[in-house]
């Protein structure tokens, strides 16, 4: 069982990121902007092409233009290890709740082209 592996773009809160990391450490989580993840400023095509190559789950809050990039890159033939979007208006501690409980209840091989909106 391959564990998931995150990369989380901008739109996504360094509080949530903070609070993944302190609660579990053993999560492998990347966020844009960091060494060895996409640059700041990079666009949602790009950064699904990034993931792919690096096999990483996408976290998202940019909900409209990534699904659309979604689209297109799916289009093109490629494919996702999965997109987590992030619906409107919740707390930093619920969120990080829905995706603590996604690394720990599925693997890898469950999110491949899986696109999901959290909280369920």
């Known amino acids: 069982m391959n564990p998931l592996r995150f990369l989380a ?34 666009d949602d095509a790009e950064i699904l092409l990034a993931a792919e190559a690096l096999g990483r789950t996408v976290i998202s ?13 799916y289009r093109e033939g490629h494919h996702t290890s999965g997109l987590i979007l992030l619906r409107c208006d919740f707390s930093v501690a619920r969120y990080a709740s829905e995706i603590r409980l996604i690394w720990f209840a599925t693997t890898a091989d469950e999110w491949v082209d899986r696109t999901d909106y959290i909280p369920y």
């Open 9 to 42: 773009d901008e739109c996504v809160s360094h509080d949530m990121i903070d609070h993944l990391r302190d609660v579990e450490p053993d999560m492998d989580i990347l966020v844009v902007g960091e060494p060895g993840a996409p640059p700041k400023g990079t």
């Open 61 to 73: 809050g940019d909900r409209a233009t990534m699904a659309k990039h979604l689209t297109t890159h």
